[in-house]
């Protein structure tokens, strides 16, 4: 039987491949049909050739419901220990466009090993995790297992709804009450930090119909613009009002309604809009219930319609309910919290953050789930990089969960 030390010098060992596996990951987009995608099919093709010494290895391909062509794959690998339950790794390997590619220096899809660094779209959100967990626990033996059983799951669909990822695979059953839950989707500078608590998170677009004229004869027409720019100060100052509150567990303690996305109105100066539309990016602290949020949000749209006789409609593009916070009193947060401090010499503290990962829909079940990795900042953005040697403490980390939880039991 292997011990730790010589565990985590075999993942030390390991800095070339973790490399190559990585750079070979990220030259395949594995991007949603509706961002422009053909789903994950081919990226969980790639991570089939490299899951190694498992006995168990389910594939999991749901059709996108806009396009069934298109397989949304995920992937639930493990070796069975002698204890009920798993001890999972939940990493997703869908990730987000590469927007503009002048903004890239090196470009996304073509990644570059660099100063310590893996340049590339998906290198940190998520794919620092997908390499971690399976070096992780690539060098155990599953019948040296007296504990609970090893588990890595890579999901799709997590980018958009994770309703082809994490909520297909509760829903049918693929997780057990006896399980343990870790969700490296989300980091702190030295994994300082363990997320055991997310906000409600509610998207709205706010879509204003007015009347089109020419800019000189503003009097006939309904200048959308000038209505839906109106109506978000209302809005951004009766939220803060009306849910002040603070909770201090949170990154960052208060609740947050943040205007984002907004498309062009018209092409010309001299041409009043007739047509506007805003969204917001909303995450109140669990006390506060979406519902009223949305409410309110109708109300003050309703009162600007009547004020100035434009057509104003509130939509819901995407919401998450806040499951109950993860217990910090479990042996999967001991467990967890002594690896980390025996591995970079720091114990976490627990807090809540603002971002949803696929540990909200385990909370929502009942689960405990706990989400930790180390560093974090360049996830959806331009040269996205991760460093190596975060990927190098995340995989010590997680054997070092595994040995104690799962090898010694």
């Known amino acids: 039987m292997k011990t730790l030390d010589e565990i985590l010098s075999l993942i030390e060992g390991s800095r070339e491949d973790i490399v190559d596996t990585m750079i070979g990951m990220i030259r395949i987009p594995a991007l949603s049909p509706v961002n422009g995608g053909d789903g994950e099919s081919r990226k969980a093709d790639y991570l089939m050739t490299k899951i190694k010494g498992f006995d168990s290895v389910q594939r999991v391909d749901v059709p996108d419901g806009t396009d069934p062509n298109v397989m949304r794959s995920s992937i639930l690998a493990r070796k069975i220990g002698k204890k009920p339950g798993t001890v999972w790794v939940v990493a997703h390997i869908d990730v987000v466009p590469a927007g503009d590619p002048d903004l890239w220096d090196t470009p996304p899809y073509d990644p570059v090993f660099k100063d310590g660094r893996i340049y590339g779209r998906g290198t940190e959100d998520n794919g620092q995790s997908v390499i971690s967990s399976m070096f992780a626990s690539r060098f155990f033996d599953s019948s040296e297992l007296e504990g609970m059983s ?218 405990d789930a706990y989400v930790w990795q180390c560093g974090g900042g360049t996830l959806h953005a331009p040269n996205e990089y991760v460093e190596l040697e975060n990927i190098m403490i995340d995989a010590k980390v997680f054997a070092t969960v595994y040995y104690n939880m799962c090898l010694k039991g």
């Not at 994770?162 to 695979?169: D, H, K, P, Q, V």
């Not at 990154?251 to 041409?271: D, G, H, I, K, Y």
């Not at 809009?273 to 749209?301: H, N, Q, S, T, W």
């Open 150 to 367: 090893i588990g890595i799951a890579y999901v799709a669909d997590e980018e958009t709804a994770s309703t082809y990822g994490i909520e297909y695979l509760l829903d049918h059953g693929y997780f057990s009450e006896d399980d343990v839950i870790f969700v490296p989707d989300w980091g702190s500078p030295n994994g300082s930090m363990v997320e055991v608590s997310e906000k409600n998170l509610v998207w709205l677009r706010f879509s204003i119909e007015g009347k089109t004229t020419h800019g000189s004869t503003p009097d006939l027409g309904i200048n959308a613009y000038r209505v839906s720019t109106v109506l978000l100060m209302d809005l951004m100052e009766s939220f803060a009002e009306r849910f002040p509150d603070r909770d201090e567990v949170f990154l960052p303690p208060v609740s947050t309604f943040e205007p984002t996305m907004r498309p062009a109105t018209v092409e010309n100066v001299n041409t009043i809009p007739g047509y506007d539309e805003f969204a917001m990016d909303i995450r109140v602290i669990p006390k506060y219930d979406v519902d009223d949020v949305v409410a309110l949000a109708e109300d003050i749209a309703e009162s600007h319609s009547k004020a100035t006789g434009a057509k104003i409609t509130v939509s819901e593009i995407q919401r998450h309910v806040s499951g109950k916070p993860s217990s910090t009193d479990t042996d999967a947060f001991r467990n967890l919290s002594d690896a980390v401090e025996s591995v970079t010499g720091e114990r976490p503290r627990a807090v809540g953050v603002g971002g949803g990962t696929c540990a909200n829909f385990f909370r929502e079940k009942g689960f």
